[in-house]
Antibody, heavy 122, light 107 residues
Framework: EVHLVQSGAEVKKPGESLKISCKGS????????IGWVRQMPGKGLEWMGI????????RYSPSFQGQVTMSADKSNNTAYLQWGSLKASDTAIYYC???????????????WGQGTLVTVSS | DIQMTQSPSSLSASVGDRVTITCQAS??????LNWYQQKPGKAPKLLIY???NLETGVPSRFSGSGSGTYFTFTISGLQSEDIATYYC?????????FGQGTKLEIK
């Protein structure tokens, strides 16, 4: 069975760094893009970007370019999302999701992680 | 970025009702439109892809239609377990933006 399992909740102070993870299982990890989606408290879904683990091709949303860094460890089937200096406004749930590309233009997030709650507070 | 506008932002309906949500794109996206369901405290789940195709395992009371800039999502015969927030998402052009969501409640 295909799964994405994310790392646990984090509580950080403004200015601290953070790296959260998303581990894939049950499929060939390098063959599928991994996407990240932010959900701020009580708000909707925001598409942050996608990364292709096979060659580290990354497409960031302009809204998140320069704010976060996506990476992956192919040997460990794990994708990462990291911040160099957190802000209170980074407080949110972050979801990873597998991008499935179908034959005739289908482009979906078909498998989702359970989400990682990041709280940034002084 | 392509803007996705959902309507209404919230709605209340009774079990058995037919419920319709609309999603409008700021430019022509053909049929590159997905619908997701997010239940409280849970990750989103894919329901509909390519505007009208039902994801495997999703009940047939859910359906989608539309193309170009105007799309609809319908639940035919609302069930209590359908309490959730529903999001449209365009996958025509990066970044693949989501609508703001429609929160569905049971009367």
């Amino acid at each position: 069975e295909v799964h994405l399992v994310q790392s646990g909740a984090e509580v950080k102070k403004p200015g601290e760094s953070l790296k959260i993870s998303c581990k894939g299982s049950g499929y060939n990890f390098v063959d599928y893009w991994i996407g990240w989606v932010r959900q701020m408290p009580g708000k909707g879904l925001e598409w942050m970007g996608i990364m292709y683990p096979a060659d580290s091709d990354i497409r960031y949303s302009p809204s998140f370019q320069g704010q976060v860094t996506m990476s992956a460890d192919k040997s460990n089937n794990t994708a990462y999302l990291q911040w160099g200096s957190l802000k209170a406004s980074d407080t949110a749930i972050y979801y990873c999701a597998r991008r499935f590309l179908g034959g005739v233009g289908t482009d979906v997030f078909d498998i989702w992680g359970q989400g990682t709650l990041v709280t940034v507070s002084s | 970025d392509i803007q996705m506008t959902q309507s209404p932002s919230s709605l209340s309906a009774s079990v058995g009702d037919r419920v319709t949500i609309t999603c409008q794109a700021s430019q022509d996206i053909s049929n590159s439109l997905n619908w997701y369901q997010q239940k409280p405290g849970k990750a989103p789940k894919l329901l509909i892809y390519d505007a009208s195709n039902l994801e495997t395992g999703v009940p047939s009371r859910f359906s989608g239609s539309g193309s170009g800039t105007y799309f609809t999502f319908t639940i035919s015969g609302l069930q209590s377990e359908d309490i959730a927030t529903y999001y449209c998402q365009q996958c025509d052009d990066l970044p693949f933006t989501f609508g703001q969501g429609t929160k569905l409640e049971i009367k």
